[in-house]
């Protein structure tokens, strides 16, 4: 492709040149963002679609972009840009007169980042609250910043789960004004599933799936001969390397989007000592809050892990009797323990020091808190903004392992590569320093490399892992964990 292009009466000629690989290289500063501009408006979607993708763009661009048509460039503007300057109210309106639903909901859903002015944003969210989808009027009512009067109008909705949702947002925002989470066992709504009753529904899902498509595990844990209980990641060699996790630790595990970061996750909710692991045991008490994944498809997973059958079978129901074995029998050991999975999009890290006060009162003790997909908490663009809730969020993490005495275990998925602490800095300085240890997760493919970048007693160590994309399960790929040249 060659291009060229006129800026302040000047021509530049690119000549041949893939301008998507460019658009990507380019740094953030007041040249690049001319030329993002000028490509702004350049007839080949692809080149659009990668200008929108970048987190950071000149009020013009953005307000170009906000009129595309194009479903993707309409996503990316409302992941990243609903903070900039360059938003308009007009803009957005004919997002919601154009009936373009996945858009309008995450609009709804991030309503206090939008700059506009006031006027324009009471208008915005006036037709939002009336919206004819009860999915929009549902992501409203989770906006605890909105003033009272709307989520009132909200508590008057037709749909329950609008109205339920409208008053616990009302709670919330009292209860945080007042900095007062004694109440927080009103707000049970139900939202959080223990694990049992979703492994009676998989069972089920899963009986039927085998008797359709047909007509007619040994895995060896880690542990320590140590006094103080420490958490496993049930993965021999990072085991090692970090040493475990101690009470009120927050322990962070970054990583690229579908790198592998919730599979972590979920096993290591899943090595608490339990029946699973030792019939001896008390089941370990783990609250597990996802922002990202339904129960459902967590605790499939959790399952597909645990019984060493293959996801995709599992999700055909192409099982072989020795599977459907297996299967039965992680369903049950599942059923006793004692892991309780709350899903919801945007949920603040106060709803969640809410939820744990209530999991608490129910299972009479916690031993675990696994926050997955935390960066979904901040959504932010605008850096002054964005650091704020960072700092809330940190100090609230800080809150919750000293308030439950627990260790924290938190995964971020960002869209660039992680190559150090740097990285994670550029992101996140807060949460970075409110990390007691921070591992860094690169995987290709099915092979993998664990980081330990930050450790307030280990040396930074590596360790190289398998990834078994058939379980979703990550194992040892060394005996000998390797340690860095920085310790």
């Not at 059923?335 to 020091?353: D, K, L, V």
Request: aromatic share 6%; proline share 3%; with cysteine.
């Amino acid at each position: 492709m060659h291009v060229s292009f006129n800026i302040d009466g000047e021509t530049f000629k690119l000549g041949g040149i893939n301008l998507v690989g460019l658009i990507q290289q380019l740094d953030g500063d007041d040249e690049a963002f001319t030329l993002l501009e000028k490509m702004s408006e350049h007839p080949d979607i692809l080149v659009r679609r990668a200008i929108s993708a970048r987190k950071k763009l000149s009020p013009i661009t953005v307000t170009r972009l906000l009129e595309d048509d194009d479903k993707q460039i309409r996503n990316n503007i409302a992941l990243y840009h609903l903070s900039s300057s360059g938003i308009t109210c007009g803009g957005l309106m004919k997002w919601i007169d154009g009936d373009y639903l996945e858009q309008i909901i995450m609009l709804a859903g991030c309503i206090d980042q939008i700059s506009l002015s006031q006027d324009d944003l009471k208008e915005l969210i006036e037709r939002l609250s009336s919206h004819a989808s009860p999915i929009v009027r549902l992501a409203l009512a989770r906006c605890t910043r909105l003033e009272d009067d709307v989520l009132r109008k909200l508590l008057a909705d037709e749909d329950e789960q609008v109205t339920q949702r409208a008053a616990i947002s009302l709670s919330i925002k009292a209860m945080r004004e007042h900095n007062d989470s004694s109440d927080c066992m009103q707000l049970d709504n139900g939202r959080s599933q223990p694990i049992c009753d979703l492994m009676l529904s998989n069972y089920k899902e899963l009986e039927g799936l085998y008797a359709c498509h047909y007509k007619g595990s040994g895995d060896k844990r880690f542990h320590w001969e140590e006094a103080e209980q420490r958490v496993k990641t049930g993965i021999l060699d990072v085991d090692l390397v970090t040493g475990g996790m101690r009470r009120k630790e927050i322990m962070l595990l970054a990583g690229m989007a579908g790198g592998g970061t919730t599979s972590i996750a979920l096993g290591v909710s899943l090595n608490q000592p339990s029946g699973i692991n030792d019939a001896e045991k008390e089941a370990g008490r783990v609250a597990l809050f996802s922002l990202k994944h339904v129960p459902d498809e967590l605790s499939m997973r959790m399952l597909c892990m645990h019984s060493g059958v293959n996801w995709e079978h599992m999700r055909a129901g192409a099982l072989r009797a020795s599977d459907w074995r297996g299967l039965a029998s992680s369903s049950g050991f599942l059923a006793e323990s004692r892991i309780e999975i709350m899903h919801e999009p945007y949920m603040s890290i106060f709803e969640i020091q809410m939820a744990c006060h209530r999991i608490v009162e129910k299972m009479k003790g916690l031993d675990l808190i696994v926050i997955d997909s935390i960066d979904l908490m901040n959504r932010y663009g605008d850096q002054e903004k964005r650091h704020r809730e960072f700092d809330e969020i940190a100090r609230g993490l800080t809150e919750l392992a000293e308030t439950f005495d627990v260790p924290v275990l938190l995964t971020v998925s960002l869209q660039t590569p992680i190559e150090g602490n740097a990285d994670f800095l550029e992101w996140s300085k807060e949460i970075y320093h409110a990390a007691d240890s921070i591992l860094l997760l690169n995987r290709t493919d099915k092979q993998a490399t664990l980081r330990l970048s930050k450790h307030l007693t280990m040396p930074p160590a590596s360790v190289s892992l398998k990834f078994d994309p058939g379980t979703m399960k990550f194992i040892s790929a060394s005996r000998k964990p390797k340690l860095s040249e920085e310790g």
